[in-house]
């Protein structure tokens, strides 16, 4: 497809399990976002890829999550030890670079039990 | 105080009616976005602007620099245009959002 693909849709985990979400950006798109937005709250911004820079993690909430972007295309974002706050919506999009319009992905529905 | 104010938070109109929903913010960017989400949570990037106004369809976007001001307006608004309605503004590598307007049309 020509979208930002996310992946799985939905995931349900138990407290304490990991959990890997898992973006394709559009081909060809050498900026990547990922956001997440909580029950009830706004976007919130967690991580930035712009092609081999160093990634700009300043929005992780906590040092459980972590995002990889492997060979400047698809990326990875890893919850580990899941907690029931983590439970939201996590949003990946991209764009050619970093100035330009972003498109975003259909987002993965993450819910913690 | 938030970096990005939307006005107003909710917003219901009769099908027709001219719509406005507005954008301020407090910090130097390099571009603003507006984007729409519908209610099955799918997030569409309607506009990206750095300056002055532009038009797609039924909708305009206009952006003044030195106010720190935008607005979203659409023109004969529809019920399929009940979404919420996000402003982000973009500053060096981050979106910072507002809190949304929730829009409500009316048939």
């Known amino acids: 497809g020509a979208g930002v693909s996310q992946s799985p849709s939905n995931k349900v985990t138990e407290k304490g399990k990991d959990v890997e979400l898992r973006c394709d950006p559009i081909?060809?798109?050498?900026?990547l976002y990922w956001y997440r937005q909580s029950l009830g709250q706004g976007l919130e911004f967690l991580i930035y890829?712009?092609?081999?820079?160093?990634?700009?993690k300043s929005g992780l909430p906590s040092d459980r999550f972590s995002a990889e972007r492997t060979g400047g295309s698809v990326s990875t974002l890893t919850i580990q030890r899941t907690q029931q706050e983590d439970s939201a919506v996590y949003l990946c999009?991209?764009?050619?670079?970093?100035?330009?319009?972003?498109?975003f992905g259909q987002g993965t529905r993450l819910t913690v039990v | 105080k938030n970096e990005v104010e939307q006005s107003p938070q909710n917003l219901t109109a009769q099908e027709g009616e001219f719509i406005t929903i507005n954008c301020s913010y407090s910090v130097g960017i390099s571009a603003l976005h507006w984007l729409q989400q519908h209610p099955g949570g799918g997030i569409v990037s309607l506009f990206m602007l750095s300056s002055g106004k532009k038009k797609h369809g039924r909708l305009i976007a206009t952006i003044n620099i030195q106010e720190k001001h935008s607005s979203l307006h659409i023109t004969a608004s529809h019920p399929r245009d009940s979404a919420v309605y996000i402003c982000?503004?973009?500053?060096?590598?981050?979106?910072?959002f507002g809190s949304g307007t929730q829009l409500t049309v009316l048939p």
């Open positions: 982000a503004v973009q500053a060096a590598r981050q979106l910072t």
């Open positions: 890829f712009q092609g081999n820079s160093a990634p700009d």
């Open positions: 081909s060809g798109h050498t900026a």
């Open positions: 999009a991209s764009s050619p670079t970093q100035n330009t319009e972003a498109f």
